[in-house]
T-cell receptor, first 115, second 113 residues
Framework: NAGVTQTPKFRVLKTGQSMTLLCAQD?????MYWYRQDPGMGLRLIHY???????AKGEVPDGYNVSRLKKQNFLLGLESAAPSQTSVYFC??????????????FGAGSRLTVL | AQSVTQLGSHVSVSEGALVLLRCNYS??????LFWYVQYPNQGLQLLLK??????LVKGINGFEAEFKKSETSFHLTKPSAHMSDAAEYFC???????????FGTGTKLQVIP
């Protein structure tokens, strides 16, 4: 099993450009998440989804949009990139069901630089 | 809102010494607590989790953590550090109906030969 796959792994954008990060999981997980990781700030939740066709905002949703049209995919979009969005982005998925069952499986990360 | 606080962004230990990484949580309901590890240029992976079945939780690679409700703590320990333990460690808490998982800011562990 591939687990959680993120595409692309690296990307450089200019301010104002748009892009989409793709996350795919093959574990039939219900929940999916997008986090960003910045030095000294740990992981902060951007958006998440608890099922196909549903999305919800996390701690830092501004400047990002998401979609979950298929259960296995969770897309993160930046409509107009800003230098403050330079970060490493992690996608994660979990079986859901709450509590201790909510163990996250992470992708390898996507490093985004906005110039 | 639920949160976790990790004391010490960097910890250095000698090889063979005790590893102690501190985590305190804040939660208005019984928490579910996790420790994840991140090796350089990789995603996070689960070390162990607390789900109220037992207060002392054993994880992979010889790590364990003890849930102490009176101290609102979930510190991670390992009796003897190995060079391969050098990584960043994150404490996390299940929140908001347990759909969301909130992470601490992480502790980088350096193991000195």
């Amino acid at each position: 099993n591939a687990g959680v796959t993120q595409t692309p792994k690296f990307r450089v954008l200019k301010t104002g450009q748009s892009m989409t990060l793709l996350c795919a999981q093959d574990m039939n997980h219900e929940y999916m998440y997008w986090y960003r990781q910045d030095p000294g700030m740990g992981l902060r939740l951007i958006h998440y989804s608890v099922g196909e066709g549903t999305t919800a905002k996390g701690e830092v949703p501004d400047g990002y949009n998401v979609s979950r049209l298929k259960k296995q995919n969770f897309l993160l979009g930046l409509e107009s990139a800003a230098p403050s969005q330079t970060s490493v982005y992690f996608c994660a998925s979990s079986p859901g069901g709450g509590g201790g069952a909510n163990v996250l499986t992470f992708g390898a990360g996507s490093r985004l630089t906005v110039l | 809102a639920q949160s976790v606080t990790q004391l010490g962004s960097h910890v250095s230990v000698s090889e063979g010494a005790l590893v102690l990484l501190r985590c305190n949580y804040s939660s208005s309901v019984p928490p579910y607590l996790f420790w994840y590890v991140q090796y350089p240029n990789q995603g996070l992976q689960l070390l162990l989790k607390y789900t109220s079945a037992a207060t002392l939780v054993k994880g992979i690679n010889g790590f364990e953590a003890e849930f102490k409700k009176s101290e609102t703590s979930f510190h991670l320990t390992k009796p003897s550090a190995h060079m391969s333990d050098a990584a960043e460690y994150f404490c996390a808490v299940g929140t908001g109906g347990y759909q969301k998982v909130t992470f601490g800011t992480g502790t980088k562990l350096q193991v000195i030969p």
